[in-house]
């Protein structure tokens, strides 16, 4: 996970596939016109070859013309493709940010219900968290392996020994509906607002009671 000072990123690499940030691209809006700005392009030295947006709201989509600039996929829902392409193709009257200056063409992937990066030995698994009323082409990522999912805006857990929410956030019913439809075996959420916590958060927040530990 890379902690930002916005909501966190994370990044993933396998042997041979360049790493892979979801869902938050590290880099403010506000800071994409700086010449001087700091930007993880490798990790921890493989080149970043895609991005995987969340969605498209502000707090995270702000770094993808950066990563554009630096001719990295950008991997979103399909609904999210338009949205984009009239983005990129604005001018930017105010100055002249890393993309305008490339003068690249951003390269994007788009998906449906779901697809899987991979180098033939590691896999980042990713979904469409379908039904959501947050956002239509909201996208999670599953580590297999790790049984971990990555999510944003869905499920954000409270302070850490919080009482559960007397109403259930119905953003975080649905996700644990997704993840039954999928047939996810889920251990740990990794939240891009807040902090890593145990699947059971998610169940105790909606009101269910978590499966005893095997």
Known sequence: MIATARPNAVATSASEMPA???ANPPVPATAMLSNDLIMPTTVPSKPI??????????????????YAAEGVTIVTHEINRPYFERAVANTWNLGSD???K???????????????LTDGTRSVELYQIVGNAHHDGLIMAYLRKEKLLIEADAYTPGPAGAEPPKVPNP????LEANVRRLNLE????????GRIVPYGELLAAIGKTPAPAK
Request: net charge positive; proline share 4%.
């Open 102 to 116: 490339s003068k690249k063409k951003p390269v994007f992937q788009t998906m449906g219900d779901n697809m899987v």
């Open 186 to 193: 889920v251990d740990r959420i990794l939240p891009i607002h």
């Open 171 to 174: 953003f975080s019913v649905n």
């Open 20 to 22: 892979a940030t979801t």
């Open 98 to 100: 890393r993309l305008a």
């Open 49 to 66: 070859k895609y991005v995987v947006n969340s969605h498209h709201h502000f707090d995270h989509s702000g770094g993808l013309r950066a």
